[in-house]
């Protein structure tokens, strides 16, 4: 006991020493700010946010041996820079709500907990919310690893003209939350399309005969399922607390590992970071070999191709666009090439945005 007093009066001088750190630290953030507003610059750097992390991991492990957790660094500094950075500016963030969906979770996860978060009903008005600039970022889900792309979101690209600014990543992890105590009792069960889909073995084997209910959030299950006795929602464990929900069982989803990807927006182009992405959409003249050669660019200027998806024009029957996403800055010399190869092989070529690509486990 003598022992575990005296390691805590450590603690305590070196929670101190931690804490006159920080204070100092958001004096200095505070100064930065101040000159940013004098000359007009962007107040909001997620490129040098990328910097500090990138580089306090590597210290990580280079000078401590990752004696406290890497991953607990970027969760750590990604709080310290979300408040230093709410001292020299409100950052307005709109996501898919209401709140508690994964959505809400990944945009926390992003900006952090001092960002102004702002919970619209549909990706939609995500859209609409960062096109009239009535908030500074949107957050919208793109792609889960076992229900596919959302293309919704895909689609909104048609219309819109946002930027993709970032990207995040967050694991899913569905529960199956009510008010009741047993799972004898449930008749129905809520969710999104997305997440009952991915929850389909499990329900069938421990709930066949409840019937299932699409909803246009899991927590918009959430609310519905506090005001019905004998339902559940499948949702989130965040959206477990945020409701007082029971969570009756855990990680019923049928895919252990299951992961989201959701596209963050914005009006502006982000700096190369050097561990970027870039996500374009183009159409391709309706001949044979068309997209072949469209492709071709990017083989010949040798530029990782990630992702593409093909989606119904909605211009005209049968006409289709291609997303894409590349590794790369469009400032990258041989992104720019294949890009501009890419330009005279196809119909039209938008470049949706070049972003720091999404700070994952691995790194
Ligand atoms: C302090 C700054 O402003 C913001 C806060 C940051 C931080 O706390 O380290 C980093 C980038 C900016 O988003 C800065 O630009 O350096």
């Known amino acids: 006991m003598e022992e575990i007093k005296r390691l805590r009066a450590e ?3 070196i929670d101190e020493e931690i804490l006159k750190l920080l204070n100092k630290r958001a004096k200095l953030a505070k100064s930065i700010g101040e000159i940013k507003k004098q000359l007009n610059l962007e107040i909001h750097s997620p490129e040098r946010e990328r910097e500090v992390i990138d580089r306090l991991v590597k210290l990580n492990k280079e000078l401590y ?19 230093c950075l709410s001292l020299e500016k409100e950052l307005r963030v709109a996501y898919l709500g209401p709140k508690a969906t994964f959505t ?9 907990l001092s960002a102004y978060y702002i919970p619209v009903p549909t990706i939609r008005d995500v859209f609409v919310e960062v096109e009239t600039e009535r908030v500074d970022y949107g957050v919208v889900p793109v792609e889960n690893t076992t229900e596919g792309v959302v293309n919704y979101t895909l689609d ?3 219309e819109f003209s946002v930027k993709i600014v970032g990207e995040v990543v967050i694991p899913i992890k569905l529960h199956l939350l009510s008010t009741s105590r047993s799972l004898e009792e449930i008749k129905e069960v809520y969710s999104h399309r997305q997440a009952l889909a991915q929850c389909r073995n499990w329900l069938e ?7 299932l209910i699409e909803t246009d959030s899991t927590a918009r299950a959430c609310e519905i399922v506090l005001e019905r006795e004998g339902s559940a929602a499948i949702a989130s464990e965040v959206a477990s607390y945020t409701y007082h929900l029971n969570i009756l069982a855990e990680n019923i989803q049928d895919n252990l590992s299951n992961y989201t990807r959701f596209l963050v927006l914005g009006k502006r182009d982000m700096k190369r970071t050097g561990k970027d992405k870039t996500s374009i959409l183009f159409a391709v003249r309706d001949e044979v070999g068309a997209l072949y050669k469209a492709l071709e660019s990017f083989y010949k200027y040798g530029v990782n191709l990630t992702k593409i998806e093909s ?17 790369g800055h469009i400032e990258d010399e041989n992104v720019r090439l294949a890009l501009e ?6 119909q039209m070529v938008k470049v949706l945005g070049s972003y720091p690509r999404a700070i994952t486990e691995e790194g």
């Open 341 to 346: 190869m890419l330009k005279e092989r196809t």
């Open 65 to 83: 041996g990752e004696e406290f957790p890497s991953e607990a660094v970027k969760h750590v500094f990604r709080e310290i820079m979300s408040a």
């Open 104 to 112: 809400h979770q990944a945009s926390l996860e992003h900006f952090g």
């Open 205 to 211: 084997k421990n709930l066949p005969h409840a019937k």
């Open 156 to 158: 909104m690209f048609l």
């Open 311 to 327: 989606r119904p024009s909605k211009k005209k029957a049968w006409d289709y666009v291609f997303f894409a996403d590349v590794e």
């Open 11 to 13: 603690i305590d001088v």
